[in-house]
């Protein structure tokens, strides 16, 4: 078995893969390496925010290669989780086939934050950290939670 094969697939999915779902992909590949193969996309990509390259690279987390991808572009791999980071994607998931398990942890959406700029950067920030604890608890609160398994074609 090779080593990928040993890691769970985990895709974490929001509806622009701009932020959210950038910042988890990111915590995921920092922190997670070694268990989780991680994976991010949307429902509608906008493109990465410069703010979420921003503020990642504070905390030493480099993501400037990452790029917005649709949920269409991951076809064909077999996920073992999906993860819904805000409720649009959990209301709007297409389908998964196999053995994917859904899991859903809603995060405020930087993207919109209002104000200056420093009280956007701190919406970020504060969204970033809050997605950094949920991706420490990983894999273990995945699998926590009773999750429907899917064993044949469903919607989130």
Same mark, same amino acid.
């Given at each position: ?7 769970? %697939? ?33 429902? !509608? ?8 390259? %921003? ?69 970020? !920030? ?5 997605? %950094? ?20 074609? %469903?919607?989130?």
């Amino acid at each position: 078995m090779s080593e990928s094969e040993d890691k769970i %697939k985990v895709l974490f999915l929001c509806t622009g893969n701009s932020c959210r779902s950038q910042m988890a992909e990111g915590w995921a590949r920092h922190l997670k390496s070694d268990v989780i193969e991680a994976y991010s996309a949307g429902i !509608r990509p906008i493109g990465v925010s410069s703010r979420t390259i %921003k503020v990642m690279a504070e905390a030493g987390v480099d993501i400037s290669g990452h790029t917005s991808k649709g949920v269409d572009e991951l076809v064909g791999i077999n996920f073992d989780y999906v993860v819904t980071v805000c409720d649009n994607a959990r209301q709007q998931c297409p389908i998964f086939p196999g053995r994917a398990k859904l899991f859903h942890k809603a995060f405020d959406d930087p993207y919109f934050a209002t104000g200056s700029e420093e009280e956007v950067m701190a919406v970020f !920030r504060r969204v970033r950290d809050q997605i %950094k604890a949920f991706v420490e608890k990983l894999p273990g609160v995945l699998n926590e939670q009773k999750n429907e398994t899917k064993t044949e074609e %469903k919607r989130c």
